[in-house]
């Protein structure tokens, strides 16, 4: 692989310390059920968050969680939906043991006192049954996270918020005992200090902040890829970015845009062009509900085909009816009503936007990876639960037991403490001013469908940002560190050279019939992104450390 090179963080010097068994880092569904689990066995755990708890992408999921519960429904049956979704590239262990335990996992958050609708599911995209649990209608993750940050206040786990985290500490065998985290002062520059672990738990969730336009929160800005990445922890398939279908349009919009979730699709709402035409029609046997890249895909070629606006489609649920609308997507009909929009009656303008990080961290299932002493759960994980394109409503649940799996794994096993830890070495960083420009660049150069000229140029754009001034703040960690995910992406996609799930050449949109499917895995070198070689599905079997 050739390519720009990932960036270090500017010079710091620690100010204080902490020391825990268990470090988790992000306090959305799985760093909760991570520390959780973890402390229920008796672990001391210290929680870092980099805003207060809630801030993260849990409380903003729609859709629901995925469990094959409702009649005529198998566990087998959701498995193979999955692995249909995920494009080749899904590890039947790691889905096997999503479907097997995905029932379980909502029997818990009902045990804790979770108001889930368990009778009347929903259909999304890419399930052959009805099989999303739901709350409040269309407000799950808010449910969930109520849920669990009330376990939290009731448990014995130590929080730190406005922490955010910078780098692992290391020690001379490369194993993690530890990181470095920052909090800002008044001024905005990062009191930094170390936190000592035996174990340190990564559920940063993903990085669509490096896209121009995403339905991602503020802080999803892929700090802890950046880290294990800077850590030389094995990444795996990063090129595969998921892009939601139904992203609320607005013209020039910019940042996180509010999510018109799929459900509202498999309640009969369907996308049509500037002339009403279907889009969706003869393009795929499950029409509007085909899986996310396919819709995707389909929309970014109508949308380039010149006979309508070349950014967005219309999204037409007024056959869904208001009723329906405001008792079961009351989430979604205040977010169009306070836009002008009154989906019941018109229909809601839609573009695709920058979602899920399929890829990520090469984890299992218990979170952990090539790195002795660090894990990684949920959306910073590759678990093999995704492959190439994630089935909606997989990913809550994957994060709940990916959590609690790592928890209890470190509640009954810790690593041995790591002695003599480092500081990794400095850097110049990236400059916060160049940030809407890259993010420009990564829209334009790495979106839905891609071409060797648009990843050339992104590259260079990459190579040439500028470099942080004096001191560390939060904006400069967090340029950093989108730089660094996107220098991932874009030196993972120029690799792969077929086109797969969300990755999608311009000049060969599908897959070649029979062409095996294989994971690209790499790690960084002294911030190079180097290849450290395909691997068949087969292998991708138990822990990867």
């Given amino acids: 692989m050739t390519g720009p090179e990932l960036r270090a963080l500017p010079e710091t010097q620690p100010h204080w310390e902490r020391e825990a068994d268990v470090v988790v880092v992000g306090s959305g569904a799985a760093g909760l059920a991570a520390a959780l689990a973890a402390t229920g066995h008796g672990r001391s755990v210290l929680l870092l968050s ?8 849990t409380p903003l999921a729609q859709g629901g969680l995925a469990a ?8 087998e049956l959701h498995q193979r939906d999955t692995l249909e979704a995920g494009a080749g590239l899904c590890d039947p262990a790691a889905v096997a043991t999503l479907v097997g335990e995905a029932s379980g996992e909502i029997a818990r958050l009902a045990a804790r006192g979770a108001r889930l609708d368990r009778t009347s599911l929903h259909l999304e995209g890419g399930h052959s049954r009805k099989r999303i649990v739901t709350a409040g209608g269309d407000a799950i993750g808010a449910e969930v996270h109520r849920v669990l940050r009330a376990a939290l206040a009731a448990s014995g786990v130590r929080v730190l918020t406005r922490c955010v985290v910078l780098d692992a500490l290391t020690n001379d065998q490369g194993d993690v005992g530890g990181v470095l985290a920052g909090r800002p002062h008044d001024d905005g520059t990062l009191r930094v200090g170390t936190v000592r672990a035996r174990a340190v738990v990564l559920a940063t969730g993903g ?7 995403t339905t991602n929160p503020a802080g999803l800005t892929g700090d802890g890829l950046a880290l294990a990445a800077r850590a030389g922890a094995e990444l795996r398939d990063v090129e595969f970015v998921q892009f939601h279908p139904t992203v609320l349009w607005r013209d020039a919009a910019r940042g996180q845009c509010p999510l018109i979730t799929e459900a509202l699709r498999g309640a009969g709402a369907v996308l049509v062009d500037v002339t009403g035409r279907p889009v969706m029609a003869g393009v795929h046997p499950l029409g509007d509900l085909a899986p996310r890249d396919v819709v995707s895909a389909a929309m970014q070629l109508r949308m380039a085909a010149g006979d309508g606006p070349a950014d967005h489609l219309w999204l037409d649920a007024t056959m ?20 002008g929009i009154d989906p019941a009656t018109e229909p809601i303008p839609v573009a695709p936007g ?19 002493g660090l894990y990684a759960v949920g959306e910073a994980a590759s678990t093999g639960v995704h492959g190439a394109n994630r089935l909606a409503s997989n990913s809550l649940t994957e994060a709940l037991i990916t959590g609690r799996r790592a928890g209890e794994l470190l509640g009954q096993n810790l690593p041995a ?8 070495p400095a850097g110049p960083g990236v400059n916060p001013a160049a940030r809407p420009a890259l993010a420009a660049a ?3 150069h790495a979106g839905v469908i891609r071409d060797h000229e648009d990843l050339h140029s992104l590259s260079q754009a990459l190579a040439a940002a500028p470099p942080a001034g ?11 560190n989108l730089h660094a995910v996107s220098v991932l992406v874009a030196v993972a996609a120029l690799a792969r050279a077929e086109s797969r799930g969300c990755h999608r050449w311009r000049d060969q949109p599908t897959a070649v019939a029979g062409q095996r499917a294989r994971h690209a895995v790499m790690r960084v070198d002294e911030g190079r992104p180097l290849a450290v070689g395909t691997v068949q599905i087969k292998e991708e079997v138990g822990a990867c450390g």
Avoid: N
């Fill in 50 to 57: 980099k805003e207060d708890i809630g801030g993260g992408a």
């Fill in 68 to 75: 094959a519960i409702g009649p005529g429904d198998e566990p």
């Fill in 207 to 213: 990085f669509g902040r490096a896209y121009a336009t």
């Fill in 320 to 339: 869904v009816g208001q009723a329906t609308l405001e008792r079961d997507f009351p989430t979604v009909t205040a977010l169009c009503r306070a836009r």
């Fill in 354 to 372: 920058a979602h899920y990080a399929c890829g990520g961290i090469r984890a299992d299932m218990a979170g952990r990876t090539s790195v002795a």
């Fill in 417 to 424: 403490p790591s002695q003599r830890l480092r500081r990794p």
């Fill in 442 to 444: 990564m829209s334009r």
């Fill in 470 to 480: 004096a001191g560390l703040d939060l904006a400069t960690v967090e340029a950093t």
